[in-house]
């Protein structure tokens, strides 16, 4: 079982920058994929980003250029560096953790991520 806690969010202006992190501990194995998500207030979640046991990226087209996902494989941490920030990115964040892979690859589809964290809100006005 794998446990995964977020900390960092909180209230910014826009243009501003937030960085989250997420600590995994418990059975964390390196091959699982680690992503981030978000919900909005009346929304469904919505995947912004993921990062493969290989270093390797993806993200979704609202927050491209602008966030930035990494991961520390020797503390087991997980990190969402966001700049630019604009209202419509305030939402309660996720991190997420999963051993399923489409064809070998990571995917952003909330359902088929195993591994959830509580959260962390992120204000932006």
């Known amino acids: 079982h794998v446990q995964l806690v977020e900390s960092g969010g909180g209230s910014v202006q826009a243009g501003g920058s937030l960085r989250l992190s997420c600590a995994a501990s418990?059975?964390?194995?390196?091959?699982?994929?680690m992503a981030w998500f978000r919900q909005a207030a009346g929304k469904e979640r919505e995947g912004i980003a993921f990062i493969d046991d290989q270093g390797r990226t993806d993200y979704a087209d609202s927050v491209k250029e602008r966030f930035t996902i990494s991961r520390d494989f020797n503390k087991n941490i997980l990190t969402l560096e966001m700049n630019t920030l604009k209202p419509e990115d305030s939402a309660m964040y996720y991190c997420?953790?999963?051993?399923?892979?489409?064809?070998?690859?990571?995917?952003?589809?909330?359902?088929?991520?195993?591994?959830w964290g509580q959260g962390t809100q992120v204000t932006v006005s």
């Open positions: 997420a953790a999963t051993d399923y892979r489409f064809f070998g690859n990571c995917v952003l589809t909330p359902t088929l991520y195993k591994y």
């Open positions: 418990g059975y964390t194995d390196s091959r699982y994929c």
